[in-house]
């Protein structure tokens, strides 16, 4: 199993910063690699697949990189409505697997 | 737009079964795969089932092989999870999701919880 880790589990910035998130995958991924944002009480919506392929209707201020075993998911500039949590999840291999998640929140 | 809503959740014994349904609207559901993601309380999203557009292939997690089985009505436009054995565990928000490279579209999330 592929397992996936996150850091930082908790990044505190302010509105109007840039956001830098990391997820590392135990063993290549290629570019199966997607990012999920979730708010309280939702379900995830997907942000960004294949790396770094925008989801319908995912802003421009969302970009991902990378590939194999390092990605980034970057937010330019944080608007109120991203303060959420992150995840990342490899389609490479079965089982799916999930990061567990970074919570952006408001410093 | 495509949507999915979930529905079957609820209380139930350990060792008991329920089966968690999912309604798909607004595209062609017979051409998408798709799977069943749990997200227990505080914790992470793990995937449990996927099933392609035809149920010609069909995965589990370990965690569930053997006692939940996921199917499909491509003429009813519905998922299924049939969940046996139930266990402390499984106690989840369910969630059905079109599997299009990867989850493009989630249900709202359907409840549920194992406990005597």
């Known amino acids: 199993e592929i397992v996936l880790t996150q850091s930082p589990a908790t990044l505190s910035l302010s509105p109007g910063e840039r956001a830098t998130l990391s997820c590392r995958a135990s063993?290549?991924?290629?570019?199966?690699l997607a990012w999920y944002q979730q708010k309280p009480g939702q379900a995830p919506r997907l942000l960004i697949y294949?790396?770094?392929n925008r989801a319908t209707g995912s802003p421009a201020r969302f970009s991902g990189s990378g590939s194999g075993t390092d990605f980034t998911l970057t937010i330019s500039s944080l608007e109120p409505e991203d303060f959420a949590v992150y995840y990342c999840?490899?389609?490479?291999?079965?089982?799916?697997?999930f990061g567990p998640g970074t919570k952006v929140d408001i410093k | 737009e495509a949507q999915l809503v979930e529905s079957g959740g609820g209380l139930v014994q350990p060792g008991g079964s329920l089966r968690l349904s999912c309604a798909a609207s607004?595209?062609?559901?017979?051409?998408?795969?798709m799977v069943w993601v749990r997200q227990t309380p505080g914790k992470g999203l793990e995937w449990i089932s996927y099933?392609?557009?035809?149920?010609?292939?069909?995965f589990y997690a370990d965690s569930v092989k053997g006692r939940f089985t996921i199917s499909r009505d491509n003429a009813k436009n519905s998922l299924f999870l049939q969940m046996n054995s139930l266990r402390a565990e499984d106690t989840a928000v369910y969630y059905c999701?079109?599997?299009?490279?990867?989850?493009?579209?989630w249900g709202q999330g359907t409840l549920v919880t194992v406990s005597s």
């Open positions: 999701a079109r599997r299009y490279y990867d989850f493009d579209y």
């Open positions: 607004g595209f062609a559901f017979s051409n998408y795969s």
């Open positions: 099933i392609s557009s035809s149920s010609a292939t069909i």
């Open positions: 063993q290549s991924v290629g570019k199966y």
């Open positions: 294949n790396a770094s």
């Open positions: 999840q490899q389609r490479s291999n079965w089982p799916l697997t």
